[in-house]
């Protein structure tokens, strides 16, 4: 556990000197996901059915806020795997005693931890600027959010395997912030097995918390069986291809090689 608390603290300093050494880049992140908001509150509002742009803005808001979770996540691990291999550490991470898969696991955490603060912020301004407060409920919010970043994690890990085989997954992580912009978006109104499709039952229970005023108790105990199956098939699935991917690459020598 002490191993596991080092690796943590040693790997949430190292994100957060990167994001504070680099705080144009991180502050052109921020204001270019508010700017992708604003584009879509204002589409509501000009083109949107006026009896209806309320509840439209605060899906609007919850949807974007766990875009942006979910493409920080997902995506920032693959780059992490193409940024060692480019450097000419993968090796060594690879040859550390704690393994690979135990690093880029605290590095989704310290990601996570503090990618948080920035969605908190952006969750306030974006409730400040269209005028919609939605109900920020901690108590019923939080265990529904950490299964559902449990799942995310385990879609971080696939990323990860296929960019330690491939390494050039750029165009292909370009991709996925779309593709997770539409599980984010899709509303579980279309299709009940969407709700077995990564973080999708997550999101959805989030929005009737923030916009419905669900509270814990009143969640069924059918959904919490969902999202819990999500959070340990995905993880559990993201894990072994992550194996597999890291034994295929040892065996061709591609953990030396860009």
């Known amino acids: 556990m002490v191993r596991w608390l080092n690796l943590l603290k040693a790997n949430t300093r190292k994100e957060y000197i990167e994001l504070k050494r680099y705080l144009p880049n991180t502050l052109a992140m921020l204001f270019t996901f508010y700017f992708i908001f604003l584009g ?88 400040f600027t269209t005028g919609q407060w939605l109900n920020i409920d901690i108590v019923s919010i939080i265990p529904v959010l950490i299964l559902t970043l449990i799942s995310m994690f385990g879609m971080g890990f696939i990323i990860a395997g296929i960019s330690i085989v491939l390494k050039q997954v750029q165009a292909f992580l370009q991709i996925l912030q779309f593709i997770l912009a539409a599980l984010t978006f899709v509303p579980l109104s279309l299709s009940p097995l969407l709700a077995y499709l990564p973080f999708v039952k997550g999101v959805d229970l989030v929005r009737d918390i923030m916009i419905n005023g669900v509270t814990l108790t009143q969640i069924p105990a059918g959904d919490f069986l969902i999202l819990g199956f999500n959070a340990i098939f995905y993880l559990l699935l993201g894990l072994g291809i992550f194996f597999y991917c890291e034994r295929v690459a040892m065996s061709k020598g591609l953990m030396a090689h860009y």
């Open 40 to 127: 879509m509150f204002l589409g509501i509002q000009v083109i949107g059915d006026p009896g209806s742009q309320d509840i439209n803005t605060q899906h609007v808001i919850v949807n974007y806020i766990f875009w942006f979770l979910a493409f920080m996540i997902i995506n920032s691990i693959g780059w992490e795997v193409i940024n060692e291999a480019m450097r000419g550490t993968l090796e060594q991470l690879n040859m550390s005693p704690m393994g690979i898969w135990r690093i880029m696991t605290s590095r989704l955490i310290a990601t996570t931890l503090l990618y948080a603060v920035m969605i908190v912020f952006l969750l306030y301004l974006s409730m």
